[in-house]
């Protein structure tokens, strides 16, 4: 495979933690990026939604308390909803697995397969 796996990764979060486990299991050599403690800026978001194909508002956990708090019944931009995650990088649903042009959010774990067809 010439291009690199890249998991945005919350090591809080269980289906976070069972994405690295499948990498782990099949020796696959990942980057790893905790966007917690390396939250991603706009262009890095943007280019995500473009390889994911969603908008910014499909990418955001409405059940965060940042997102009842702040967001919560607003109409937004796209580029709103962007420098929401920006902000709150808590709100970026995940684990978001990339490979190459493509990424998909690895809810259910079996969508990984997505990236290989």
Not at 45 to 66: V, Y
């Amino acid at each position: 495979m010439k291009d690199k796996v890249t998991v945005y990764h919350n090591p809080r979060c269980s289906k976070s933690r069972c994405a690295m486990d499948y990498f782990g299991e099949k020796n696959v050599d990942v980057s790893v990026i905790e966007y917690l403690k390396t939250p991603p800026a706009k262009e890095e978001i943007t280019l995500l939604l473009k390889k994911l194909g969603m908008k910014a508002e499909e990418l955001i956990r409405k059940g965060e308390a940042d997102f009842k708090e702040n967001y919560k019944g607003k109409i937004l931009s796209e580029d709103q909803w962007i420098d929401a995650m920006v902000k709150f990088p808590k709100l970026i649903e995940r684990p978001i697995i990339v490979l190459g042009e493509k990424a998909i959010i690895a809810r259910p774990l079996e969508k990984i397969n997505e990236l290989y067809i």
